[in-house]
């Protein structure tokens, strides 16, 4: 399923994920909510300025061998593992974010029942919902305990 989203978005030649290249994915998005989880932009900056400093190379093009169109990575190497990557290529989108938006760039889904993180998008009112589903979820819940409670 991951390696069927990869290839959708973009991701070119074999991709080949073993369960500990799974597990490290994981790991990476463990640390990834905690901006997502930061409540003001200076907090979102500071926690994603320790990601960069803590676990990426530095910044290089790369066109995969000729495959793509030459892009930014943050990761050590084009064959870099999986987990690497993956926090690598988050970790600059959100900075992207935050530079271009100057405020967190998402926020954790408001549903107790989910754990869900989402992006912030466009100007409007802020979200609470990963969702339209989880936020229909919660206002159907309010709704039957507020006549439960009747």
């Known amino acids: 399923m991951i390696a069927e989203l990869l290839r959708e978005h973009g991701e070119v030649g074999s991709v080949d994920l073993s369960p500990s290249n ?29 990601l960069l400093r803590q676990s990426l190379g530095t910044v290089r093009l790369t066109s995969h061998g000729g495959l793509t169109p030459w892009h ?9 593992p999986w987990g690497e990557w993956f926090l690598a290529s988050s970790c600059m989108a959100l900075m992207v974010l935050i530079w271009d938006h100057q405020r967190p760039p998402g926020g954790l889904c408001a549903s107790p029942s989910c754990r869900n993180v989402y992006l912030t998008q466009g100007s ?15 206002r159907v819940a309010s709704h039957r305990r507020s006549r439960a409670a009747r």
């Open 22 to 50: 799974v597990a490290e994915m994981r790991a990476a998005a463990v640390l990834l909510r905690e901006v997502f989880a930061a409540a003001h932009v200076d907090a979102a900056a500071s926690l994603l300025n320790r």
């Open 72 to 80: 930014p990575h943050l990761d050590s190497d084009d064959d870099a």
């Open 124 to 138: 409007g009112l802020p979200r609470r919902y990963c969702s339209r589903r989880c936020a229909t979820r919660e």
